[in-house]
């Protein structure tokens, strides 16, 4: 993989990554921060991604560039949601069921408390109480 500056990228345990320079000196020229507890904390790794040299795999190591995670990747079963179809209609209030893989309706949804009934949207995002869509 070929770490850039200015790119995203995510470790092994899955925290985000941002890299500052890969210009640095000796074994350590990859230079950036991880996210973590609320804020960004600086940290170096090999020219591979590896967080130690020594050790062959690291929670640590760069492993992949960055993706954000779905708006809905922590939903809970049952959890209301805004749904909507596409980027012209109106959100609706639904029931969280699961999300798919794929592009076609990646969000499966209820109207009502039986979630086997369930039908399939383009887009979702957490309900927050007060809030509009």
Request: with cysteine.
């Amino acid at each position: 993989m070929n770490i850039e500056p200015g790119k995203f990228y995510r470790t092994r345990d899955g925290r985000k990554v941002r890299i500052y320079a890969t210009d640095g000196q000796l074994d350590e020229p990859i230079h950036g921060a991880c996210f973590a507890h609320g804020g960004w904390s600086a940290y170096v790794w090999c020219p591979n991604g590896q967080a130690f040299e020594d050790e062959l795999e690291h929670p640590a190591d760069i492993i992949a560039e960055w993706t954000e995670p779905h708006p809905l990747a922590n939903a809970k079963r049952g959890d209301p949601i805004w749904v909507r179809d596409g980027d012209c209609g109106g959100w609706s209030l639904r029931l969280f069921a699961r999300l798919e893989k794929g592009d076609r309706y990646p969000v499966i949804a209820s109207d009502c408390s039986d979630l086997s009934v369930s039908a399939g949207w383009f887009y979702g995002k957490p309900y927050i109480p007060g809030e509009a869509p």
